[in-house]
């Protein structure tokens, strides 16, 4: 946000582009979007915090919350849910001893839409990293090398 200013007088976009440019500063550096960090962003922009939150949950992208080091989202779409995308999430649970929806610091797990990947179904997330036709041991090996387990 130092450079606020200098964003001011470069962005020739709208207001609304040059606050989604700071939002995605303050999700870049603190890996989601604080109330206090939106505090200060009203502050600078002139913006009340009410305006600034709906400009920020307009996009899936921003998060209101602090995300746990590893987030493993498991595709639960028609294809991968046929080919067994809920035997891997309750293999995955009982893996990892969290519940779907749940989360502590360092590991989350949450079900997704379709990943885009449905002929390589069933698939997993973990963090900006997808594996496609997972089975229950190669599940295990991917948690391992991501130092889940
Ligand atoms: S249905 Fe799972 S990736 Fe499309």
């Given at each position: 946000m130092n450079n606020i200013k200098n964003k001011k007088k470069s962005s020739n976009g709208s207001k609304k582009k040059l606050i989604i440019e700071h939002l995605h500063d303050i999700q870049a550096k603190h890996g989601f979007i604080s109330e206090k960090e939106l505090k200060k962003l009203s502050f600078q922009t002139k913006k009340s915090v009410a305006e600034l939150y709906e400009a920020a949950s307009?996009?899936?992208?921003?998060?209101?919350e602090k995300k746990p080091e590893k987030l493993i989202k498991i595709c639960d779409s028609p294809v991968c849910h046929l080919k067994g995308s809920e035997n891997l999430l309750k293999h995955i649970e009982k893996l990892i001893g969290i519940k779907v929806g749940n989360k502590n610091s360092k590991v989350g797990l949450e079900t997704t839409q379709c990943l885009g990947l449905c002929d390589q179904a069933p698939v997993i997330q973990i963090n900006d990293k997808f594996y496609t036709k997972l089975t229950k041991d190669k599940i295990a090996q991917i948690l391992k090398k991501q130092k889940i387990l």
């Amino acid at each position: 946000m130092n450079n606020i200013k200098n964003k001011k007088k470069s962005s020739n976009g709208s207001k609304k582009k040059l606050i989604i440019e700071h939002l995605h500063d303050i999700q870049a550096k603190h890996g989601f979007i604080s109330e206090k960090e939106l505090k200060k962003l009203s502050f600078q922009t002139k913006k009340s915090v009410a305006e600034l939150y709906e400009a920020a949950s307009s996009y899936a992208y921003f998060s209101f919350e602090k995300k746990p080091e590893k987030l493993i989202k498991i595709c639960d779409s028609p294809v991968c849910h046929l080919k067994g995308s809920e035997n891997l999430l309750k293999h995955i649970e009982k893996l990892i001893g969290i519940k779907v929806g749940n989360k502590n610091s360092k590991v989350g797990l949450e079900t997704t839409q379709c990943l885009g990947l449905c002929d390589q179904a069933p698939v997993i997330q973990i963090n900006d990293k997808f594996y496609t036709k997972l089975t229950k041991d190669k599940i295990a090996q991917i948690l391992k090398k991501q130092k889940i387990l």
